[in-house]
Nanobody, 118 residues
């Protein structure tokens, strides 16, 4: 069973930075897509950023220019660098992975809390 384990959340002041990490138990190149989602209280889970097998990245409009998704293939780790954090970024952040082979399967991490507050 593939596991995704997030770390790096915490409390940060507005304008601050955090880096989230997601360690995979499988080779990261076995995922066709990896992504970060977030869910704020009483809101639906939303896609924040994604990276494809080929390394193409995309972001939701609200984080463009502030967040960067990346991966370390040797370490099988996905990252989300978050800069210029705002109170509205407060949410539980989830790592997501999509594998096409041998059978289409989606995987989720357990989530890590990010709180932006003064």
């Amino acid at each position: 069973q593939v596991q995704l384990v997030e770390s790096g959340g915490g409390l940060v002041q507005p304008g601050g930075s955090l880096r989230l990490s997601c360690k995979t138990s499988d080779t990261i190149l076995n995922f066709s897509v990896m992504a970060w989602y977030r869910q704020a209280p009483e809101k639906e889970r939303e896609l924040v950023a994604r990276i494809t097998y080929m390394g193409s990245t995309s972001y939701t409009d609200s984080v463009k220019g502030r967040f960067t998704i990346s991966r370390d293939i040797a370490e099988n780790t996905l990252y989300l660098q978050m800069n210029s954090l705002k109170p509205e970024d407060t949410a539980v952040y989830y790592c997501y992975g999509d594998q096409a082979l041998p059978n289409p399967t989606n995987y989720w991490g357990q989530g890590t809390q990010v709180t932006v507050s003064s």
